[in-house]
């Protein structure tokens, strides 16, 4: 039974699968219709179809618009192509010859007025519609440059109208940006500030080329202040980019605007640290406008962040930045905030520069700052002293030379020093700042101290006729070593002193006649502030005081065209200033060169200084004139000076 169940089991699937085969070939299969896709699916089967098709046929209609060339009309139009370009050069090239032989004509010196306006404007027609491709040319650019130079006003102008529209891309030319220097040099308020909305929104993008951030600070030297502030508000915000009537010029300060419009000062920071990374990593440092950029940032950045750019800064790089007001400013904060090691890499990379830093009126505050503040005085006299002992005499006779030795001599004297240089070396970065709150934003307050420092500088620093120096009570902030001690260390130790007053003595005419030199050799005659070369250096001290009365003793006489040194205006007050201040001095000057003479003296510039011994606070050197002088009183050849407390 189960043999039989088993074989009916095998036949049912024999006859099951022959059925099976059979049913392909027996129906034929249906299309699908769109009635068997369900409602709202897409076909995408039937998409793809129709979208091959169409492509098939979009690429047969563009075969038949446009055939492929055969080898030989290939050959024939790439000749074309070749023979155009060499056509093109050909032009070019017979236009620079041309050009280049009216430049050597109008270029020069020789050559008469109307001849040279003849061939400007003759150059200028020749460049006519291709002066946007002649100012980006290494030889043409330079005719356009002496065209620029020398044309009249109407062409001028008509040469700004043609490049107007590429201006912004000749900024960045290496060869095109010294025309555009020069155009702006000549262009009128209006076309100044048509070029500056032209570059709008690319400032900060011009600032990161080598080239372009050239043009950027041509520009913001040639701007009023609105304009200024225009150009520097995009570096802040990207709402001030896009926003640029937001602020008014009242809002000169980054944390006034930032009070005014609501900004987040995260934002600001984040936007600020975008633009300043790429321009430090280029090493292009050497434009106020980056100066005054990174001033702002100082003023609100965090701790962090600003213990980061004063790492970035330390180094070679500030040696590039400070010639400027700003770059000075920076220059001093990073010395004031930065670490023994920053400090160490900052000097050493003004390493060969000392004399040229010395020389200029912003960087000379930098070395007054390191003097005051650098409590490492080997490394100071190694770097900055030895080199500055090579060039004693120029630097002495120089305005901003001698101020280093002004400050180690009489430190942080109202003579030498105006208010904004105390306020530029007293400030400070607000979240580095230890101190109270008050001293937190000196940095913010040193904005309104810069605007009246043109004004200040003005203002004559020569003494009263009375002698009485303007003393003012100025610390300068910083270190933590005595002042005595590093001045010492600074002036005496190094051997600078002595040089002083070798140079003193060697040059004593001319010193004490010139306007700055005189200044030094009395600091230096009277020993310094709180005695600082006594007793060290008293003789040689003593050899310069009998110089001076060796000068002053040559007899007076008309027939030489020299004025004697007690009728030159600034020695005679120098004279009168030691006699009154320096007792020691006066003594030697009276038993050398007056003693006897006062009536030859007693007129003039002269008189100031025979005067000066009964002014003098010293009650021996008074008594030591008074006998010759009292005739001259009583015939009132001199005045009889003002009674005075003296010293007993």
């Known amino acids: 039974m189960a043999i039989e169940h088993q074989q009916k089991r095998k036949d049912k699937k024999r006859k099951h699968g022959k059925e099976g085969s059979e049913a392909p070939a027996s129906k034929k299969a249906k299309p699908v219709s769109s009635k068997s896709v369900p409602k709202g699916v897409v076909d995408k089967s039937r998409l793809q179809k129709q979208r091959k098709q169409s492509n098939y046929k979009k690429s047969d209609a563009g075969n038949e618009k446009k055939q492929p060339m055969t080898k030989k009309e290939g050959r024939l139009h790439a000749k074309e192509l070749a023979e155009a370009r060499k056509q093109k050069r050909k032009r070019h090239y017979t236009l620079e010859q041309e050009l280049a032989h009216l430049w050597e004509k109008m270029r020069q010196h020789d050559i008469a007025k109307e001849d040279r306006s003849r061939l400007v404007t003759e150059a200028l027609k020749k460049m006519k519609g291709k002066i946007s491709e002649i100012a980006s040319s290494h030889v043409s650019s330079r005719v356009l440059q002496t065209c620029i130079k020398y044309c009249s006003q109407a062409e001028r102008d008509e040469v700004f109208g043609e490049l107007q529209p590429h201006l912004l891309n000749l900024t960045c030319s290496t060869y095109a940006v010294h025309l555009v220097k020069k155009l702006l040099d000549s262009a009128s308020k209006k076309q100044l500030a048509a070029f500056i909305s032209s570059i709008h929104g690319h400032v900060a993008s011009h600032l990161r080329h080598m080239v372009g951030s050239v043009v950027i600070e041509h520009v913001y030297q040639l701007a009023n202040a609105t304009q200024k502030q225009e150009l520097l508000m995009e570096l802040y915000s990207t709402e001030l980019q896009l926003f640029k009537d937001l602020v008014s010029t009242k809002e000169s300060r980054l944390l006034d605007v930032i009070s005014k419009l609501g900004l987040q000062k995260s934002s600001v920071l984040r936007h600020m640290s975008s633009v300043i990374q790429p321009i430090l990593e280029k090493g292009i440092v050497d434009h106020s406008i980056i100066h005054r950029m990174l001033m702002e940032y100082f003023s609100i950045a965090d701790k962090s962040s600003a213990r980061d750019l004063l790492q970035q800064l330390s180094g070679p790089l500030l040696v590039r930045m400070i010639h400027t007001r700003d770059g000075s400013q920076i220059g001093m904060l990073c010395i004031k905030h930065g670490s023994a090691k920053e400090r160490k890499k900052i000097i050493k990379g003004m390493k060969g520069h000392i004399g040229k830093i010395a020389n200029d009126q912003c960087g000379s505050l930098v070395l007054v700052c390191i003097v005051s503040v650098v409590d490492d005085t080997k490394l100071v006299t190694k770097m900055i002293m030895r080199e500055l002992q090579t060039i004693l005499k120029e630097l002495v006779l120089d305005k901003n030379g001698r101020r280093p030795f002004l400050q180690l001599l009489h430190p942080n004297c109202a003579r030498y020093l105006s208010p904004s240089d105390f306020a530029s070396l007293n400030s400070s970065i607000p979240s580095l ?127 030489t065209e020299e004025e004697h040194v007690l009728e030159n205006f600034h020695s005679s007050r120098t004279i009168r200033k030691l006699v009154m201040d320096c007792p020691s001095f006066a003594v030697t000057l009276w038993k050398k060169a007056l003693k006897g003479k006062c009536r030859t003296w007693a007129q003039g510039h002269s008189s100031k200084v025979i005067t000066a011994f009964l002014e003098s606070s010293d009650s021996k050197v008074c008594q030591l004139a008074k006998e010759e002088l009292q005739p001259l009183i009583d015939e009132a050849i001199i005045k009889q000076p003002e009674a005075k407390t003296v010293k007993q």
């Open 433 to 559: 700042c230890s101190k109270d709150a008050s001293e937190a934003d000196s940095i913010a307050e040193l904005g309104d101290v810069n605007e009246k420092a043109d004004t200040e500088m003005a203002v004559a620093k020569e003494h009263d006729e009375d002698g009485s120096p303007d003393e003012v009570d100025h610390t300068i902030n910083g270190g933590k070593k005595d002042p005595l001690i590093r001045r010492r260390e600074l002036l005496v130790n190094s051997g600078l002193a002595e040089g002083l007053v070798d140079v003193c003595i060697e040059n004593v005419g001319e010193l004490i006649a010139s306007n700055f030199g005189k200044e030094v050799i009395y600091e230096v005659a009277t020993g310094g502030a709180d005695g600082i070369l006594h007793p060290t250096l008293d003789d040689k001290i003593n050899s310069l005081h009998e110089a001076i009365a060796a000068l002053v003793a040559q007899p007076k006489s008309e027939d």
